[in-house]
């Protein structure tokens, strides 16, 4: 099996402070990988390791066959990575946006001007070309960013809560872009907050004080927590895992206010 991510023992140091405990796993090309835990957990930290930007302190691994230390601008260039933060340019048109980023990966003119309409068409951005994307509304921003985080075709999409503060109808339509591209052979990794979305992954991790507490298809985790709801699962793991008195189920809160 050919695996778009594979890492050992990857271990991130800050002085006295480990940000990432000893993470092995490995992610088979053209699957959803959802990367969870609570803000703190050490999620951020293995991206950035993953994605050649940050160098761990030990251990090991690939991505698309790169060695995360030794090869790490190869990585760089063959993988998309879009932020919960709007990255791109609000000073410049949709249009204008897409030519920089493909610039930056020195895209053939001609290669650029077909991407440009393959996005913008992915996108439904048709006659949004000539917009600032800082008068675009939350969802139209998400899709201007999604675009150019393909822009160069990536093996390797990383999506760091990507729809963060973006409305269920953006969402859902977000996600049905990624379900397609992932169809197309794309790899996707993703960090989220929102269960129903991690619910999509083929396979889900859960990471817990710097530490992989588990990962596993998604279906897997169902059948051992014998439940079809990953929230239930995720706050499962924080009440055993931590000191913390997290109220079971929202079905609770309703009950608790009769």
């Known amino acids: ?22 993470l092995s796993f490995d992610i088979p090309k053209g699957k959803i990988f959802g990367f969870l ?7 951020s930290t293995t991206i950035r390791m993953i994605c050649g930007v940050l160098r761990p302190t030990s251990g090991e691994g690939k991505v698309l066959g790169y060695d995360i230390i030794k090869e790490s601008e190869k990585i ?26 493909g610039n930056i990966y020195m895209l053939p003119k001609e290669r650029l001007e077909q991407r440009k309409a393959e996005l913008i068409e992915m996108a439904n951005l048709k006659g949004k070309e000539k917009s600032l994307a800082g008068t675009l509304s939350g969802g139209w921003k998400q899709r201007l960013a999604l675009g150019c985080a393909l822009i160069h075709s990536p093996s390797l999409l990383v999506l760091d809560e990507p729809t963060a503060g973006v409305d269920p ?14 169809k197309d052979g794309i790899t996707v990794l993703v960090t989220t907050h929102y269960m129903d979305e991690a619910s999509i992954c083929d396979i889900t991790a859960f990471i817990y004080n710097s530490k992989l507490i ?41 009950l608790s206010k009769d």
């Open 1 to 22: 099996m050919e695996y778009a991510i594979s890492i050992r023992h990857l271990t991130k140091k800050f002085n006295n402070f480990t940000a990432v405990d000893d």
């Open 37 to 43: 835990g609570p803000n703190g957990s050490g999620k």
């Open 76 to 101: 760089k260039q063959n993988i998309g990575y879009m932020s919960q933060k709007f990255s791109l340019y609000e000073d410049l048109t949709v249009e204008e946006n897409l030519d920089f980023y």
């Open 169 to 182: 109808v953006s969402r859902r339509e977000f996600w049905h872009t990624i379900t397609k591209l992932v």
């Open 214 to 254: 588990t990962i596993d298809t998604t279906a897997n985790l169902y059948k051992k927590h014998g439940t079809n709801n990953l929230e239930d699962i995720f706050i499962d793991y924080v009440k055993k895992l931590s000191s913390r008195d997290v109220i079971s189920s929202f079905d609770e809160l309703k």
